[in-house]
């Protein structure tokens, strides 16, 4: 487990997926700005042991009483053609937790985690345009907007631009958090 000062990130396990398909069938839950997803706890529980192309690890986000207020995965964005795979997070959080700094948190606890125990260079995160308290939590935690991706993205009907956001090993310098005490 990851530990922050509001938040910590535990790794899914099998017995997390039933609440898992729950906010992935929840519009509510994941918002204006994620994808409609509609997946059965018998998919997803099939998905939870196949083999993981993209290394995606998933975390659930949990206040420190143990209650478990969203979602932090990473996986690595694969760009065969030039030979290169940087690492990309995407979170959300129950509409009743966001607002109260837990975002930006469990983002800088998983960006201390991935430059302690991975050789990359960047992190990237992709975010819709309009989605401000992303941007936020991104730019709070040392993120850099690098551009816009346009229509990169099918949401709720239409195509949506998407800015990309990155922080670079460089500009990270030292952990924030899963060090300090």
């Known amino acids: 487990m990851l530990e922050g000062k509001l938040v910590s990130l535990k790794l899914v396990e099998k017995e997390d997926v039933p609440l898992i398909a729950d906010w992935l069938s929840n519009p509510e839950v994941f918002g204006e700005y994620q994808p409609l997803v509609q997946a059965s706890k018998t998919e997803l529980e099939k998905s939870f042991g196949a083999e993981n192309k993209h290394e995606e690890k998933d975390f659930l986000i949990q206040k420190k009483d143990g209650t ?15 030979g290169i795979a940087p690492l990309e997070i995407g979170y959300f959080l129950l509409p009743s937790e966001r607002g109260k700094g837990y975002g930006s948190e ?29 941007q936020r939590a991104l730019e709070k935690t040392g993120f850099k907007k690098e551009g816009t991706l346009r229509k990169y993205i099918f949401l709720r009907g239409e195509l949506r631009d998407v800015f990309l956001y990155s922080i670079l090993r460089e500009e990270w310098k030292e952990p924030r958090i899963l060090t300090k005490r």
């Open 106 to 134: 469990a983002i800088a606890v998983m960006v201390d985690y991935l430059f302690l125990s991975k050789d990359t260079t960047r992190i990237q995160a992709a975010t819709d345009t309009r989605n401000l308290a992303s």
């Open 68 to 82: 478990r207020i969203g979602l932090i995965i990473h996986f690595y964005v694969l760009h065969v053609a030039v």
